[in-house]
């Protein structure tokens, strides 16, 4: 009995040594960084009735530490023009979508880029299933600006690699700082650095572009932008989160939900749409902001006088706004407005409509019917794009958005808890950059950046009014997937990036 024990007793002793050396093993046969992979092809079209050849480069660009090791393989796609004087670079836009989580798709095939995904205008059709129509771009900018299309590591093909994870990439500081790396990279290799440059965010990717200014600035290698194209703003959070608690957010949530009481002819018939939201403007700050400060020392008169004025702007019934205490969240308002339809609205673009099947919830269970409307046939699009017309071969899957990211994603560093808010950021770039200027596109049917936040965000902060050009659009927070909206947006940004 004592050899078995003893052997026992010996390999116990061993195992620790074999594990350590086993590991040691691993961790010096690590698995080599793939080399970035990036696909070049040449191409004809018509911008804005000029034909043109163009490259596309689609890839990836390496990312490196300050120690020079790898740490990401960002994924971008570029539409470069040749210039007819090589001593005067065009001008070039940094484009992204936002999320976080999101990849450029939304931007590439629904309003910057040279083929188009077409899905319903007029928000009353699903996108169904394959196939679906993709459309030549003739508005496209190629004819006054190379296209630079920016995937975030862990969206699209983008991913950390070598000495990097992905976490590391996963905070509003680290990923303005990683685009920050890349943008100096591209711009250093396509020799760009004294061309007009542009970024062009949309939602989450407008707090990016905000955080990305001020990261340009630093490094020792100070980029200065010349304008930034903000498709549905979210610079300050406090007015485009409605929590039970933000009375902010009511106040700057309610024109939105008021412009969608009109479209669906709940409220303001017979009236033009923006003379409806000067009404509901006015009343927002002149009466309804004072009532919800007052809170509970309203007088009763007076708290039924803006109940029964909220009724008439939201469509509700006054006994419905009373109850609710004359605060009435988004959510509840997508599922109430047309209750008696069964209908929900969408949050995205409160224009889509949907059937569930819970006719009592208070909220809608089926997620956003805007998104669900409209979010296959992007996907598809963007695949076959890609496939065909690029040829691009990865062995991996082009993530459109990704679930992972959010819940590990890091706001603000250090301090009490707050609201994201990188106003400020922007405002102060502005005073040092003189030439910085902005672009600020609103739909009035967004009901996740309400168009009357915008108004109150760019009201404040330090903002000089002068540069700042405000512009408003019968859709929702992708208004160009309206029609007549897209041909106004590419007007309106064609004409921001005249000199």
């Known amino acids: 009995m004592r050899k078995p024990l003893l052997y026992a007793v010996f390999v116990a002793c061993l195992f620790p040594a074999i594990a350590w050396s086993q590991s040691a093993t691993a961790e010096t046969t690590k698995a080599p960084v793939p080399d970035p992979q990036v696909f070049r092809s040449t191409h004809t ?41 090589p001593r005067q670079p065009r001008p070039v836009v940094f484009i992204f979508n936002g ?9 590439h095939m629904g309003l910057f880029g040279p083929k188009l995904v077409k899905v319903a205008s007029d928000a009353d059709a699903d996108d169904g299933a394959a196939p679906y129509s993709i459309a030549d771009n003739p508005d496209c900018l190629l004819d006054i600006a190379d296209l630079v299309f920016i995937d975030p590591i862990g ?56 955080a990305l200014v001020k990261a340009l600035e630093e490094d020792g290698q100070n980029m200065a932008i010349n304008g930034l194209i903000l498709i549905s703003q979210a610079l300050d959070y ?40 000067e009404e509901v403007r006015a009343f927002a700050y002149k009466t309804y902001t004072p009532a919800l400060f007052q809170g509970y020392y309203l007088d009763r008169t007076s708290f039924d006088e803006v109940a029964n004025q909220l009724s008439v702007f939201l469509g509700l019934p006054a006994s419905y706004i009373r109850q609710s205490n004359l605060r009435v969240l988004p ?5 109430e407005l047309l209750r008696d339809q069964g209908l929900t609205l969408g949050s995205l673009d409160s224009r889509y409509t949907t059937t ?26 963007l695949y076959h794009y890609l496939g065909t017309d690029l040829k691009v071969a990865m062995d991996r899957p082009y993530l459109t958005s990704n679930s992972a990211l959010y ?24 005073r040092r950059n003189t030439q910085l200027k902005v672009m600020v596109a609103n739909g009035y049917y967004d009901m996740v950046t309400p168009f009357f936040d915008a108004e109150f965000t760019f009201s404040r902060h330090g903002f000089e009014k002068d540069r700042i050009q405000m512009a408003y659009y019968e859709g929702g927070h992708m208004m160009y997937v309206h029609d007549a909206d897209f041909r106004k947006l590419t007007a309106d940004i064609r004409s921001f990036l005249q000199p």
């Open 331 to 335: 959510s509840r308002f997508r599922k």
């Open 155 to 210: 969206t699209g093909y983008s991913q950390a690699v070598g000495e990097g994870k992905n976490e590391d990439f996963w905070g509003l500081e680290e990923d303005a700082h990683s685009i920050a790396r890349f943008m100096r990279l591209w711009v250093t290799q396509h020799q760009r650095w004294n061309a007009p440059k542009y970024i062009a965010g949309e939602s989450f990717g407008t707090t990016r572009a905000a």
């Open 45 to 85: 079209g018509v911008f804005n009735g000029k034909t043109l050849d163009y490259e596309v480069v689609a890839g990836e660009t390496r990312l490196l530490n300050d120690a020079g090791k790898p740490t990401g393989n960002m994924w971008s796609t570029a539409y470069l023009v040749k210039p007819k004087d």
């Open 407 to 430: 819940p590990k994603w890091k706001w603000m560093q250090g301090g009490e808890p707050s609201y994201v808010n990188v106003s400020r950021r922007l405002s102060h770039v502005m």
């Open 99 to 107: 999320g976080p989580g999101s990849a450029s798709v939304w931007l």
């Open 238 to 277: 406090t007015g485009s989160t409605p929590v039970d608690d933000n009375i902010i957010a009511y106040i700057t949530y309610l024109p939105t939900m008021a412009a969608t009481a009109w479209y669906h002819k709940k409220a303001g018939q017979g009236k033009a749409l923006e003379a409806f939201m």
């Open 356 to 381: 569930e099947p819970d006719q009592v919830s208070d909220t809608p269970v089926l997620g956003d019917a805007a998104s669900n409307a409209i979010t296959s046939a992007y996907t598809a699009a």
